[in-house]
T-cell receptor, first 112, second 114 residues
Framework: GAGVSQSPSNKVTEKGKDVELRCDPISGHTALYWYRQSLGQGLEFLIY????????KSGLPSDRFSAERTGGSVSTLTIQRTQQEDSAVYLCASSFNSYEQYFGPGTRLTVT | AQSVTQPDIHITVSEGASLELRCNYSYGATPYLFWYVQSPGQGLQLLLK??????LVQGIKGFEAEFKRSQSSFNLRKPSVHWSDAAEYFC????????????FGSGTQLTVLP
């Protein structure tokens, strides 16, 4: 079946602009995660959605970062007033039982 | 706080040779343990996982890993490496009973020589 998809695959933006990154999880998966992968910090957890529960936002690095998940499916990660240190690959994962996470190909964000 | 250490940043092996990638974790209780592989420009693919039971777990692509509680280790092994195994490998942990969020090691880059 179809895996986790993310769009766009690449995004170049100017410092100070807002960006939206999209994640389509595997159908039927109730849990959705966002991670960031950067050279200096490795793989970092950002946010976790489980069903209709309040999301776990404990990994968001600043209030410029937010995410929502509509209808328990598609998720959008928004970064406001982008900074150069936001440049990274943003990975989305989904899970059926919260034990095994399946990752999408990622969105490479470059802030110039 | 839990942490994962992959002491080898880069490993080079010849095709057909055996492979062992090291992973050590620090956690109050036995966590859930995972190995993921990432090929260039790709997302992470789950190779194998350990939750409980038999400490030697088999995964995809001929990989296996052994959980050693006394050493807080979960090393990944393959008896004979193929050129297509060249990639970056990540060990990850999550609190037992849930994989709400994974804590990843820094990764080991594997180069395979012909």
């Amino acid at each position: 079946g179809a895996g986790v998809s993310q769009s766009p695959s690449n995004k170049v933006t100017e410092k100070g602009k807002d960006v939206e990154l999209r994640c389509d999880p595997i159908s039927g998966h109730t849990a959705l995660y966002w991670y960031r992968q950067s050279l200096g910090q490795g793989l970092e957890f950002l946010i976790y959605f489980q069903g209709n529960s309040a999301p776990d936002k404990s990994g968001l690095p600043s209030d410029r970062f937010s995410a929502e998940r509509t209808g328990g499916s598609v998720s959008t990660l928004t970064i406001q007033r982008t900074q150069q240190e936001d440049s990274a690959v943003y990975l989305c994962a989904s899970s059926f039982n919260s034990y095994e996470q399946y990752f999408g190909p990622g969105t490479r964000l470059t802030v110039t | 706080a839990q942490s994962v250490t992959q002491p080898d940043i880069h490993i080079t092996v010849s095709e057909g040779a055996s492979l062992e990638l090291r992973c050590n974790y620090s956690y109050g209780a036995t966590p859930y343990l995972f190995w993921y592989v990432q090929s260039p420009g790709q997302g992470l693919q789950l190779l194998l996982k350990y939750f409980s039971g038999d400490t030697l777990v088999q995964g995809i692509k001929g990989f296996e890993a052994e959980f050693k509680r006394s050493q807080s280790s979960f090393n990944l092994r393959k008896p004979s490496v193929h050129w297509s195994d060249a990639a970056e490998y990540f060990c990850a942990v999550a609190p037992s009973g849930s994989a709400r969020q994974l804590t990843f090691g820094s990764g080991t880059q594997l180069t395979v020589l012909p």
